[in-house]
């Protein structure tokens, strides 16, 4: 374990300046959720998006209602972002300008409760992905992201029956996004955000949704958080230790690809650019009692809530490939990512031929000097590839 106190990290491997000028041969979807532009001041707001860097945002989220219809959870930021006004283009007109696709991310943790009842019967399910195609048409979107966390989770009103009904579901919207593709001769993704443990996958039939999804987009994030017994590493690319022998981004690579034998070429890993603060924790594997809400409110700590504090001291953990801060002030201890460990983390995605890397969330690095170091240190990597 290395230490030193914190403070902006240059890219370790390779300057921004010399990026190839062929652009980055991997897949950066950036996530932006509608309700982030109102955050920091309106610091990042959609035209802020450095579009060069990315190749698709997934706008995030819309939901299911009970009906089969979807619904913005952000009314307002939908207006502004999917519409524009003025002389400001819509979030997808500018994304097209720039030939990146946007697709409509429905779902997330706190809006999965109804996929149940929607994916339980046929005629749902065709309403649910005629609702999504009248999405398509009307802001011209590039596809679909479904995040249903999780099929079978009773918490969120899951039942067994999710396990067929999911696929079932999947399977009605490739088939409406492909039959509308055909007519207006446009190719329409379809992609989903998956959980990154075989627990939270249980409710999927996995290797079913290989020849029906473009994308799976897997949340290798959130390994340890407020629900864990010890404090531990939010991201790590490897294990640690015995205990995080299956909590790591290489364990659940091997497990889609080895276990469910999914294509290294439909995977795009996640990236996470936040991290999670513990109360009364010093260490990685310590005793912990609550989340940290002195320095971040809400426990969850963004990169650029991060960079703001002194008085952090930086530690590497070399076996996980990630840093971690502790803050001996607050006896706090915050699980993180920083340009280091993205590095690395890109270079496993090159290493072994995943289609690429998925960000939650795309303004979370972006600093009030309008640098984007996390976003940069993926760019700058991919692209010298």
């Not at 076996?319 to 993205?342: G, H, M, Q």
Request: proline letters at 5%; aromatic letters at 14%.
């Amino acid at each position: 374990m290395k230490s030193k106190c914190f403070a902006y990290h240059p890219l370790l491997l390779i300057a921004f300046l010399f990026a190839s000028a062929i652009g980055q041969q991997k897949e950066v979807v950036g996530y932006f959720p509608s309700w982030n532009w109102e955050h920091k001041n309106a610091l990042m707001t959609y035209d802020k998006i450095p579009f060069k860097k990315v190749t698709i945002i997934d706008y995030a989220f819309w939901h299911p209602l009970l009906d089969g219809t979807i619904a913005g959870i952000n009314p307002r930021g939908d207006s502004l972002i999917l519409i524009g006004g003025g002389d400001k283009p819509s979030l997808v007109d500018l994304a097209h300008e720039n030939k990146v696709k946007v697709m409509l991310s429905i779902g997330g943790w706190g809006d999965s409760e109804n996929f149940p009842a929607v994916a339980s019967t046929q005629e749902l399910r065709t309403t649910f992905a005629h609702a999504c195609l009248d999405a398509v048409r009307k802001f011209d979107f590039d596809g679909i992201d479904i995040d249903w966390e999780y099929p079978g989770y009773a918490e969120h009103n899951g039942t067994p029956a999710d396990r067929t009904n999911s696929t079932a579901l999947f399977r009605t919207l490739r088939d409406s996004l492909g039959a509308y593709g055909s007519q207006v001769h446009k190719k329409l993704f379809l992609s989903a955000a998956l959980a990154a443990t075989a627990e939270h996958l249980s409710g999927y039939e996995v290797e079913k949704l290989i020849p029906i999804l473009d994308m799976f987009n897997v949340m290798t994030y959130d390994y340890n958080g407020s629900w864990s017994p010890r404090s531990g590493h939010n991201s790590p690319l490897y294990a640690s230790s015995e205990a995080d022998s299956v909590s790591n981004i290489e364990a659940t690579f091997k497990l889609f690809t080895e276990g469910f034998h999914v294509p290294a070429s439909q995977i795009n890993l996640g990236v996470p650019f936040y991290g999670h603060a513990f109360a009364q924790c010093t260490m990685v594997g310590g005793e912990y009692h609550g989340v940290d809400t002195t320095l971040f409110p809400g426990g969850d700590a963004d990169y650029y809530s991060i960079v703001q504090y002194s008085g952090m001291y930086r530690h590497w953990d070399d076996k996980a490939k990630v840093p971690y801060l502790v803050v001996p002030s607050t006896k706090t201890f915050v699980s993180y990512d920083d340009e280091e460990s993205i590095t690395y983390k890109a270079h496993y995605v090159v290493d072994h031929h995943a289609r690429g890397v998925i960000i939650w969330e795309i303004t979370a690095d972006y600093l009030t000097d309008g640098r984007t170091p996390l976003l940069d240190a993926l760019y700058t990597t991919f692209s010298s590839q």
